[in-house]
């Protein structure tokens, strides 16, 4: 639901869990069922930022008199795709990680001081193991930023879990049929965009992100515990994923469960604790629902 709630407000989303649990899988058939162009990165520690923007080329051939012509020519990388996949993002360097932080914001790729335009719809759907694991380069805050959700994927439960055995490791395979297209996709992200907001949900997304923030906030533990707040932008993705959650849902307005449903996705990773020596202060995610059940 999570990734859904992104793809229709055209949001970045940024999956994290441990390998083998179906993180790449879910991008891919999603790209599918959209009719969406896709391409896949493999970060590693020696990717580099060209690899994925594209790079300038020099292309020769014969000219008038036998002399040969050389003439530089843009070669696109795989961002330039509908919905890109960045899987396992936080294994490469951050110099690499950072090259798509043009292309997240502002659709567009600039290389020799040219700028490209991306395809519409762009989506960036990035996976990372967890942080704790070897060889991982924890992603800048301003490109946790640009994701509009980071989505934990968790361990499915005994009977999913069954059914992957059982449908996985047979002879059949499963084909996905498209069920839209880039069109009416963006249709139906005007759609949310268009969504009436009620004025009590509205405040209580400015009470949440502003009681999360130690320079404004009157909780006591944010005050002691917390680093740096959410930005802005936090406010603005829970404000659109709250729309789309709730049309997903079959409701024509978000109500205030859609606020807590996503107060940590929204901003978990928009926020940082300071370092607890007791290890006794609590987690982020408990500290997130507790405002957010306070601002509801």
């Known amino acids: 639901e999570g990734v859904l709630v992104c793809l229709f407000v055209g949001g970045h989303v940024l999956l994290e869990g441990v390998p083998g649990i179906g993180k790449t899988l879910l991008v891919r058939t999603l790209a599918r069922s959209t009719s969406l162009s896709f391409s896949r990165v493999q970060f590693t520690p020696d990717l580099m930022p060209a690899d994925i923007t594209g790079t300038t080329v020099v292309i020769e051939s014969a000219g008038e008199g036998g002399r040969t012509q050389r003439e530089f020519r843009f070669r696109e990388g795989p961002v330039f795709a509908q919905v890109v996949l960045a899987d396992e993002i936080n294994r490469a360097t951050p110099k690499t990680q950072s090259a798509l932080l043009e292309a997240m914001q502002e659709r567009s790729v600039t290389v020799g001081g040219t700028t490209y335009p991306l395809p519409s719809p762009f989506l960036v759907m990035a996976t990372q193991n967890p942080i704790e694991q070897e060889g991982t380069y924890p992603l800048p805050e301003a490109q946790l930023d640009r994701f509009l959700l980071k989505v934990d994927v968790t361990y499915p439960d005994n009977e999913t879990e069954r059914r992957i055995l059982v ?9 996905v049929k ?5 069109e009416k996709l963006i249709g139906l992200q005007n759609l949310v965009r268009r969504m009436p907001v009620p004025e009590s949900v509205l405040e209580a ?25 959410p930005s802005p932008r936090a406010g603005q993705a ?10 997903l849902r079959g409701r024509l307005a978000p109500s205030l469960d859609d606020i807590e449903a996503l107060a940590e996705p929204a901003l978990g990773h928009r926020m940082a604790l300071a370092y607890d020596p007791t290890g006794q202060g609590g987690t982020l995610s408990s500290l997130i629902q507790e405002l957010a059940a306070k601002a509801a």
């Open 167 to 175: 449908e996985t490791t047979g002879m059949g395979d499963q084909t």
């Open 178 to 182: 498209p069920v839209l297209d880039a």
């Open 205 to 229: 997304i400015l009470r949440l992100v502003r009681s999360a923030r130690p320079e404004q906030s009157d909780h006591p533990q944010v005050k002691k515990r917390v680093d740096w707040g």
């Open 238 to 247: 829970l404000m659109l994923a709250a729309r789309s959650r709730a049309l």
